[in-house]
């Protein structure tokens, strides 16, 4: 008999992975990987952080003892330190307990279980995501069912922030609505707002009962201080209003592949909070039932030792500096050789990505004729980039803009 999956149409690959497959078939000596979202050293090699590894040393004795199941929540002291990792110790919310923080899948998990719970219990079934945003934002609320908006973010004129147009979208959005928002090192464009800036959003979504919903994927890998980058939630959490933090350790520990996040929910009071708890664990008991312990543990490891957080805030710091050394790098040499247009925002984009500006074609003709590889919305992976690699990403950009 046939397929009963004959019908099935093939879904195209996400268009990151496309060009990471591109890159890796490529047999060009000079190509170069300025796409995928990771970082990388100045050889271009993964980062194992020397405190991760320091931590996985003190849990291989314990190795034995971590195959346990453990609550579907998960662990309950990575879940505290999360909390307090992205509200502050002293936070109003966790000492009054009105924050509910699970452990999840990283990033992608988080957002998921919060989309799919938003969508069970939360009376707007509508999204606003900014234009542009991470690309598989959408998805999570499409799959539960949510609408799917965008608001106003980039200025391509600028390379920078479109205030304006961002607060029209959301102040037009219907009441109640929901509102993704990327706490720091915003993907792709590598545009925040101010703090002041956030404080006018902050006004505005709670005069109009918007419902935050932060992405925080990149705390201490855009100012390199831990505190500093959490600051937009801290302004969003102070005002005693409900708010949906997505955290993630993929890239701040250079844990990708072991999948370690937490989704938060800061609730009006306790009794609320504890009931949105059993949501959350009837949401994720029939999706995975309990997390897994080994990624979660390196960074409870980490977050309960002083001198290992104050070790890891030092990696934090040291991998930015090497990526806003990569900016003014990039930025000189395209000045030196005078290549037209105004590149002033490679070094005014902040976090792991410049929003290039550079077209899809210029792209594709960079990729065909160069062997460089990027997203084809021009975004720049800055950790991708060297010295060493430097010029030859100049002569690609200065031959693709030549060129129109
Ligand atoms: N959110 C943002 C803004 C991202 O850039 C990414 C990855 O690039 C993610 C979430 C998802 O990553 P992960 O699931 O590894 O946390």
């Not at 464009?189 to 505005?204: H, S, Y």
Request: hydrophobic share 40%.
């Amino acid at each position: 008999a046939d397929s009963k999956f004959a019908h099935l149409p093939r879904v195209p690959e996400a268009p990151i992975f496309a060009v990471m497959s591109a890159y890796k078939n490529d047999p060009s000596p000079v190509k170069l990987n300025l796409g995928m979202g990771v970082y990388r050293t100045e050889e271009g090699k993964p980062f194992l952080l020397p405190v991760v590894r320091e931590a996985e040393l003190l849990l291989v004795n314990d190795l034995e003892a971590a195959k346990d199941y453990i609550p579907t929540t998960g662990i309950a002291e990575f879940n505290k330190l999360s909390a307090e990792l992205i509200f502050g110790a002293d936070s109003h919310a966790i000492i009054k307990n009105r924050v509910v923080t699970v452990q999840c899948l990283s990033g992608t998990g988080s957002l998921s279980i919060g989309a799919e719970f938003l969508a069970r219990h939360y009376k707007q079934h509508v999204v606003y995501i900014s234009q542009p945003s991470y690309e598989n934002h959408p998805n999570f609320f499409i799959r539960a069912g949510i609408a799917v908006n965008t608001y106003r973010y980039y200025d391509p004129e600028t390379h920078g922030l479109d205030f304006q147009g961002l607060l029209e979208d959301l102040n037009s959005a219907p009441q109640g609505s929901i509102v993704l928002l990327q706490a720091c090192g915003h993907n792709p464009t590598g545009v925040d707002p101010t703090l002041q800036q956030w404080e006018v959003i902050r006004q505005l979504m709670r005069s109009k009962e918007l419902l935050p919903f932060f992405d925080s994927a990149y705390q201490g890998l855009v100012s390199g201080n831990l505190e500093e980058d959490a600051q937009s939630v801290r302004l969003f959490v102070a005002d005693g209003g409900e708010c949906f933090i997505a955290q993630s350790y993929s890239k701040t520990m250079g844990l990708y592949a072991e999948r370690v996040g937490a989704l938060s929910i800061v609730c009006k009071t306790e009794e609320v909070a504890c009931r949105v708890e059993s949501q959350l664990k009837d949401v994720i008991s029939p999706t995975y039932f309990t997390p897994p312990v080994y990624g979660a543990s390196i960074v409870t490891a980490i977050l309960r030792n002083r001198e290992m957080y104050s070790q890891w805030n030092s990696e934090l710091k040291a991998m930015i500096e090497r990526l806003i050394n990569m900016r003014k790098h990039l930025f000189d040499a395209l000045c030196d050789k005078g290549t037209p247009g105004d590149w002033s925002h490679i070094v005014s984009q902040v976090g792991m990505y410049t929003f290039s500006g550079l077209s899809e074609e210029q792209v594709a003709f960079m990729t065909k004729e160069y062997h460089i590889y990027l997203s084809p919305d021009g975004r720049i992976n800055m950790a991708g980039l060297s010295a060493k690699t430097v010029p030859h990403l100049v002569d690609a950009i200065h031959a693709a803009v030549a060129r129109n």
